[in-house]
C-alpha cells in the first residue's frame, strides 16, 4: 500500500490543539498537579483523566509530572 502524504515545504502550517515541540496538552499538567495536591492517587489521577477526557495515561507520566513539580518546590 502506497501512502501519498502532502507535504508543507513553506513551513507556514502552525498546529492549534499542542504547539510546535510540545508533546502534552499544555494544561493538562496543571490539572494532574492539582489533583495530586488534593490526595489523589496516580492510578486515581489515571482513572479520573481517562474517564473524563478519553485520553489513557500511565502512572508513569502522572508521576513523571508530579516529580517535577516537587523538584521545583525543593529548589
Request: charged fraction near 25%; proline fraction near 5%.
Amino acid at each position: 500500500m502506497v501512502i501519498d502524504i502532502p507535504r508543507e515545504r513553506n513551513g507556514t502550517f502552525d498546529p492549534v490543539l499542542i504547539a510546535k515541540y510540545q508533546r502534552r496538552f499544555p494544561d493538562i499538567d496543571r490539572k494532574i498537579i492539582s489533583m495530586y495536591a488534593r490526595g489523589m492517587t496516580t492510578h486515581e489521577i489515571q482513572g479520573h483523566i481517562e474517564e473524563i477526557y478519553g485520553v489513557e495515561t500511565s502512572p508513569g507520566l502522572i508521576s513523571a509530572i508530579t516529580d517535577t513539580v516537587m523538584d521545583e518546590v525543593a529548589a
